[in-house]
Nanobody, 122 residues
Framework: QVQLVESGGGLVQAGGSLRLSCAAS?????MGWFRQAPGKEREFVAA????????YYADSVKGRFTISRDNAKNTVYLQMNNLKPEDTAIYYC??????????????????WGQGTQVTVSS
């Protein structure tokens, strides 16, 4: 059974940092992070291909967030620096259903974690 378990969320002041982790069991496919703020639709944040060599970011987080993975530990990370109040959301880890390449398309992700709350105060 596929399981994705996020951790590392919390409350931080603007300008601070957090690192999210996602422990994933099962096959090694492309992975991504998405987020959903209150009253808004879920949006793409960052993605990494199956071996970590290729990454892709939403414009809103480019230069501040870094996605990486350690396949030996079956874990994907999202390092978030210079956080802003608008980054406040529930962050979800997701795994592609079958793609090895990096993708930002939500429909290509078939497995999802339960989400972890990130709150950035001003």
């Amino acid at each position: 059974q596929v399981q994705l378990v996020e951790s590392g969320g919390g409350l931080v002041q603007a300008g601070g940092s957090l690192r999210l982790s996602c422990a994933a069991s099962g096959r090694t496919y492309a992975m991504g992070w998405f987020r959903q703020a209150p009253g808004k639709e879920r949006e793409f944040v960052a993605a990494v291909n199956w071996n970590g060599a290729s990454t892709y970011y939403a414009d809103s987080v480019k230069g501040r967030f870094t996605i990486s993975r350690d396949n030996a530990k079956n874990t994907v990370y999202l390092q978030m620096n210079n956080l802003k109040p608008e980054d406040t959301a529930i962050y979800y880890c997701a795994r592609s259903s079958s793609s090895l390449r990096v993708t930002f398309l939500e429909y290509e992700y078939g497995d999802w974690g339960q989400g972890t709350q990130v709150t950035v105060s001003s």
